[in-house]
Nanobody, 128 residues
Framework: QVQLVESGGGLVQAGGSLRLSCAAS???????????MGWFRQAPGKEREFVAG????????YYADSVKGRFTISRDNAKNTVYLQMSSLKPGDSADYYC??????????????????WGKGTLVTVSS
């Protein structure tokens, strides 16, 4: 079991920046580096979509086309934390943002929403 807690959401004007964080913990001894991590988002009335993913040690990253060049995913395995730096935000980026973890690399390579562990989300609102 892995617990994920997101933070850093809020209200920002278009063109602004936010950094989301996701802290991971496990009830039993486990290693954060055993999991690939992803960020997903869901806007009202829309399906959840993949935003970004990062491999076990951070060497490989994937992004949705809609956020490439604006968002950066990173991780600090010593702190059991994954980050999403968001810049040049647009109103269309407004959504609940969720982090997710899984042991299988292909889940982030393919942007699969079938991740094993999920946080409860943090709300990002971008005003025009």
């Amino acid at each position: 079991q892995v617990q994920l807690v997101e933070s850093g959401g809020g209200l920002v004007q278009a063109g602004g920046s936010l950094r989301l964080s996701c802290a991971a913990s496990a009830r039993t001894f486990d290693t954060f580096g055993n999991y690939v991590m992803g960020w997903f988002r869901q806007a009202p009335g829309k399906e959840r979509e993949f935003v970004a993913g990062i491999s076990y040690t951070g060497g490989v990253t994937y992004y949705a086309d809609s956020v490439k060049g604006r968002f950066t995913i990173s991780r600090d395995n010593a702190k059991n934390t994954v980050y999403l730096q968001m810049s040049s935000l647009k109103p269309g980026d407004s959504a609940d943002y969720y982090c997710a973890a899984d042991s299988e690399f292909w889940k982030i390579r393919d942007g699969s929403g079938d991740m094993d562990y999920w946080g409860k989300g943090t709300l990002v609102t971008v005003s025009s």
